[in-house]
């Protein structure tokens, strides 16, 4: 299995055109207010990159409306890391098969990024790159915990007309992404931004568009 370990990788199946995010996303800059508190619990999420039929992908899920917390949020798969994970890499690969059915001996580890602080769960998330070199049927896993699971074609993601800014009510403003019927919107919106970045996929769009985060939106977030 070619998941055991970051450098335990097989480069002739990994495609090109994930070179330059191999190169650059180790060395992601992490700003100030997403370096991760001290005492923060520690978590994993699932970026996983594939090839299907309409081109480069990425894995996202919905997490489900009836959550007390991060209801209705579009996310990576991923959660937090438990006593008998080992390590990051080993409980994003747990999450991702109970979340959506991803078989983790079809995942070929690319690295595990730096850490970034989920101030509002109080996590210090560790972002693990995969290569899904041979694709399984994805669904929710739970119905209770995950309202649907989508494989986003990075085509999709930068499309000037999928893009917007989204202002919090506190006056933050951050990038969004509307795909697949999902508004993609907060830490998994940041996140996603600088990966499309670092892998040179990323084309100019205009983040002058600032729009309010609609009520329903708020709504489930007011819960936690």
């Known amino acids: 299995m070619n998941n055991s370990g970051l450098g335990d990788v097989a480069p002739n199946v990994i495609p090109s055109w994930l070179d330059l995010f191999r190169e650059r996303a180790p060395r992601l800059e992490v700003p ?62 747990r999450e991702a098969e109970e979340e959506t059915g991803v078989d983790p001996d079809g995942v070929t580890v690319l690295d595990a990024l730096p850490e970034l602080y989920l101030s509002r769960s109080n996590f ?65 919106a940041g996140l996603l931004n600088n990966l499309l970045e670092a892998g040179g996929w990323a084309v100019p769009w205009d983040s002058g568009r600032v729009e309010d985060l609609p009520p329903d939106v708020l709504n489930l977030a007011a819960r936690g």
Request: charged share 20%.
């Open 124 to 188: 210090r998330v560790t972002p693990v790159a995969g290569w899904w070199h041979d694709p399984s049927d994805v669904s929710p896993g739970h119905p209770g915990e995950v309202a649907a699971v989508a494989r986003v074609p990075i085509g999709e993601l930068v499309d000037p007309a999928n893009r917007v800014a989204l202002r919090a009510p506190g006056g933050f403003v951050g990038p969004a992404f509307r795909v697949r019927d999902m508004l993609v919107w907060g830490f998994t």
């Open 32 to 93: 100030a207010f997403l370096r991760p508190a001290p005492h923060a619990r520690p978590a994993a999420v699932l970026v996983l990159f594939g090839e299907g039929p309409e081109g480069p992908d990425i894995l996202l899920i919905e997490r489900a409306a009836t959550l007390r917390k991060h209801a209705g949020q579009p996310a990576f798969p991923g959660g937090a890391i438990d006593p008998e994970d080992d390590g990051p890499i080993a409980a994003a690969l």
